[in-house]
């Protein structure tokens, strides 16, 4: 059976890979941590990971959803084109190795690459699969129950 705290914990996990991966080179085999957008890419799973953690905490003291969890959210789908982006990057990065000659090509190319594109599809698809659990387990963020709790916060 699934819950929340193995799922968030799967997808904590699955994030680190990718940012670990973010920084690979899967052409050239090699590490490059100079890359800026590997740093941009960091910042934004650290608000995809801030909001696991408030999830997490929200429904461990059986809180209701506030305002601050919902910017968060909102962030989070923004978050969730950027993975879709990295799913469709990696598809023309497996594309273009097509056209290159096998034995260029690193052998951890592919296994990296597969592996990659597959941790993308599967982030995306757990990442809403929290959505569907946020709304089950904390109720809808609907104004009126944000209000209700006296909370009027922002992020």
């Known amino acids: 059976m699934v819950t929340l705290k193995r799922l968030i ?5 699955m994030l680190v890979v990718l940012v670990l991966f973010n920084f690979y080179g899967p052409f050239s085999n090699r590490f490059y941590f100079g890359k800026l957008d590997g740093y941009m890419f960091l910042l934004l799973v650290a608000f995809q990971a801030l909001y696991l953690f408030r999830l997490l905490a929200k429904t461990k003291n059986e809180m209701n959803s506030d305002s601050q969890l919902r910017y968060l959210e909102y962030v989070v789908y923004g978050v969730l084109v950027v993975y879709g982006y990295k799913t469709i990057d990696t598809v023309l990065s497996l594309n273009l190795a097509s056209e290159i000659q096998p034995d260029l090509l690193p052998e951890t190319f592919f296994p990296l690459v597969l592996l ?4 993308y599809l599967l982030v995306i698809i757990l990442s809403v699969l929290t ?6 387990l904390l109720g809808s963020f609907s104004q ?4 209700d709790n006296g909370i009027r916060g922002s992020l």
């Open 9 to 13: 914990w799967t997808l904590l996990t």
């Open 116 to 119: 990659s594109l597959a941790l």
């Open 131 to 136: 959505f569907t659990f946020r709304k089950r």
């Open 144 to 147: 009126e129950t944000i209000e």
